[in-house]
């Protein structure tokens, strides 16, 4: 099966510009997580969609960041404007169930920012 | 609140010998406990994963972890350490959230395998 897919693989802006990512998860998966990777750390959930629901956006910086998924498929995060502590690698993952704890969630290669 | 410690950053072997890399975890729930891999420029990949079945669980590569509740840790072993297994290594933890309407992972700070020839 196709695996996650990330769009642009790589963007350069400057600070106070606006910069959108799009996410196409595997097919069928209900849930979508956007995360932010800082240079050597670990993952941040951002936020958590199951179909076109919001299930947790408790971390996402919401005064620059937004996210939608629209259709309950693909999805688009959105920062206007960046701060230069956005450079990061932005990972979109799926799911294949909405509830628990214990399904894998499959990861996108990414998206890396680098803010100028 | 739940949260992972990594216990190394920065581990370094020889091709050929065991692997140890130390995880740590505090939860308010019975947890299920993942490592993922990162090799450069690549997506995160499942190595393996603990779901409160039995505690020592085997995964892909030779990699195996053993949960351990009374020390709250869930290292990762691999007998003998292959060039390819050079990559960054996350120990992950996930918890229900809102009724079990999804699940939160929280990441550990990640360790960084290097493999000598």
């Known amino acids: 099966e196709a695996g996650v897919a990330q769009s642009p693989r790589y963007k350069i802006i400057e600070k106070r510009q606006s910069v959108a990512f799009w996410c196409n998860p595997i097919s069928g998966h209900a849930t979508l997580y956007w995360y932010q990777q800082i240079l050597g750390q670990g993952p941040k959930l951002l936020i958590q969609?199951?179909?076109?629901?919001?299930?947790?956006d408790s971390q996402l910086p919401k005064d620059r960041f937004s996210a939608e998924r629209l259709k309950g498929v693909d999805s688009t995060l959105k920062i206007q404007p960046a701060k230069l502590e956005d450079s990061a690698v932005y990972l979109c993952?799926?799911?294949?169930?909405?509830?628990?704890?214990?399904?894998?969630?499959?990861f996108g290669p990414g998206t890396r920012l680098t803010v100028t | 609140a739940q949260s992972v410690t990594q216990l190394d950053s920065h581990v370094s072997v020889s091709e050929g010998t065991p692997v140890l890399l130390r995880c740590n975890y505090s939860s308010s729930y019975s947890p299920s406990l993942f490592w993922y891999v990162q090799h450069p420029n690549k997506g995160l990949q499942l190595l393996l994963k603990y779901t409160s079945a039995a505690t020592l669980v085997k995964g892909i590569n030779g990699f195996e972890a053993e949960f351990k509740k009374s020390e709250t840790s869930f290292h990762l072993t691999k007998p003998s350490a292959h060039m390819s297994d050079a990559a960054e290594y996350f120990c992950v933890v996930s918890e229900p959230v809102n009724n079990n309407a999804g699940n939160m992972l929280t990441f550990g700070g990640g360790t960084r395998l290097m493999v000598k020839p």
């Open positions: 969609f199951q179909n076109n629901g919001v299930v947790d």
């Open positions: 993952a799926s799911s294949s169930f909405a509830g628990g704890a214990t399904y894998e969630q499959y």
